[in-house]
């Protein structure tokens, strides 16, 4: 991928965990929308149907506003700006966070983002070994024991 | 007979207390009196979903704890913020109370020091049902096990248990699943929040189930619009067609049937 490669992420909140990504490269004009046409598809409504466009002008990448709710910056609204990595902008004073990352070749940046997978199948396993030990550590002593006494006292008392 | 519903999480940022007060407005609107009680005594949060700042309480259940007050005097009746004026004018209508936490330092650190009586708590439970009139008591707690939450927990009539789509919550709510199972809770209802967008939501649903032997009742999506209320509000009446208010609904269904989990 071309040094001037990006990826933009969808974040949860400001400054938040990106919950979608893209990428694109620097020959590729991107439009962000809610419109289906869009290369970034964003399902929101305080999203314009083409929002947002960013471009590779004069080796830099730029954003410019197509919408009428603008793009906010560092708490301002803009209708162009231009992106360096990391820059946060939000669609319009309502909408979502998004978030640029510069994408160097063999990137440590890549290490950095490693907690953003954007996982189609979920993988969750139960180690039962695990799960017995800690439910025994816990259940064991007498804490436990007179714990549910008491819960079972109070699960009486309350009955009417 | 009223029925009592701990809401709980392994890890803290669930969604414990969005989901409380939301399932609390389904519940009412549904006609029944709801009573919502926040036990996260360390960390209280849930009034700001329902729109309250501290300084509009007087009372707060740490008052009852410290044996200040009777329970009732703790609860605030927070029906027309949650679902409007016409219920709360209906002598006979719907009512959600709201029984809020101190969020005074000094309070907390009283309660971390010399941690409460519980069987106190669970006296103030029963209180605020018989006073109230309450068709259900919802319990927000607090993460994690501690012998206090899983007190309420053994208590409770029903059991949500929430989790995010993460290993590392998914092994950790499995512990928190075996000792309510061993405290005896029957109707255990899971709940799964903060699902990406793009994960495969019934094999996620079939893996929970698999490995937890008990009904996933919710499938909550990771959503921009509950992101960005940060607990501002009430999502479901800011949403009311949403995903995420459907599949809360889906969990009040389960709360009402008698016979989800019973067995
Ligand atoms: N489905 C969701 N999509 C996006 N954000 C969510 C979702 N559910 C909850 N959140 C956000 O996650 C944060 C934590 O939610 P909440 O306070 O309800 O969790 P909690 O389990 O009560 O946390 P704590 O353990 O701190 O009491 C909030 O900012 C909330 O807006
Ligand atoms: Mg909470």
Redesign the interface.
């Given at each position: 991928m071309s040094s001037l490669a990006i990826s933009l992420e969808?974040l949860?909140?400001h400054q938040?965990h990106p919950?979608?990504s893209w990428e694109f490269a620097s020959d590729e004009t991107v439009v962000i929308g809610r419109a289906r046409e869009s290369n970034v598809v964003i399902g929101?409504p305080y999203v314009s149907r083409t929002h947002a466009c960013l471009r590779v002008n004069d080796g830099r990448w730029e954003l410019s506003s197509t919408s009428s709710h603008g793009v906010i910056v560092d708490g301002r609204r803009r209708d162009f700006v231009v992106i360096s990595d990391g820059t946060e902008f939000r669609l319009g004073g309502?909408g979502?966070w998004i978030r640029i990352r510069w994408k160097t070749s063999e990137s440590d940046e890549e290490s950095q983002t490693i907690t953003f997978d954007?996982?189609?199948?979920?993988?969750?396993?139960?180690?039962p070994d695990?799960?017995a030990d800690?439910?025994e550590e816990?259940?064991e002593g007498d804490?436990?024991e007179r714990?549910?006494e008491?819960?079972?006292r109070?699960?009486k008392?309350?009955d009417p | 007979m009223a029925q009592t519903i701990s809401i709980h999480s392994y890890r803290g940022g669930t969604g414990k207390s969005n989901t409380s007060a939301n399932l609390a407005v389904l519940l009412a609107r549904a006609g029944n009196r709801v009573g919502v009680v926040d036990t996260d005594i360390h960390s209280p949060g849930i009034h700001v979903v329902f729109g309250r700042a501290p300084s509009s309480f007087q009372r707060s259940l740490n008052d009852f704890l410290w044996g200040r007050c009777p329970v009732e005097e703790a609860a605030y009746d927070v029906t027309t913020t949650a679902i409007g004026q016409a219920a709360a004018e209906d002598d006979h209508g719907p009512r959600i109370f709201l029984i809020p936490s101190s969020i005074k330092t000094g309070e907390i650190a009283r309660i971390l020091r010399e941690g409460y009586d519980v069987a106190r708590l669970n006296d103030g439970f029963r209180e605020l049902i018989r006073v109230l009139r309450l068709d259900f008591l919802l319990i927000d707690t607090h993460p994690g096990v501690n012998e206090e939450t899983l007190l309420s927990i053994a208590i409770s009539d029903a059991f949500v248990l929430i989790l995010r789509p993460d290993q590392q919550d998914f092994q950790g709510t499995a512990v928190t699943l075996e000792l309510a199972r061993k405290l005896d809770v029957r109707k255990i209802l899971i709940v799964i929040n903060k699902i990406p967008p793009a994960m495969d939501r019934e094999l996620l649903r079939q893996q929970v189930e698999d490995a937890y032997r008990a009904p996933v009742v919710g499938m909550l999506p990771l959503s921009h619009e509950m992101a960005e209320l940060a607990s501002g509000g009430l999502f479901v009446n800011r949403f009311p067609q949403h995903p995420l208010t459907r599949e809360l609904s889906n969990v009040v269904a389960a709360i009402q049937d008698g016979s989800v989990g019973s067995t």
């Open positions: 969808l949860e909140a938040g919950v979608q929101n309502q979502p954007p996982v189609r199948t979920p993988l969750l396993v139960l180690d695990q799960l800690e439910v816990i259940t804490f436990f714990l549910t008491l819960a079972t109070l699960k008392s309350s | -």
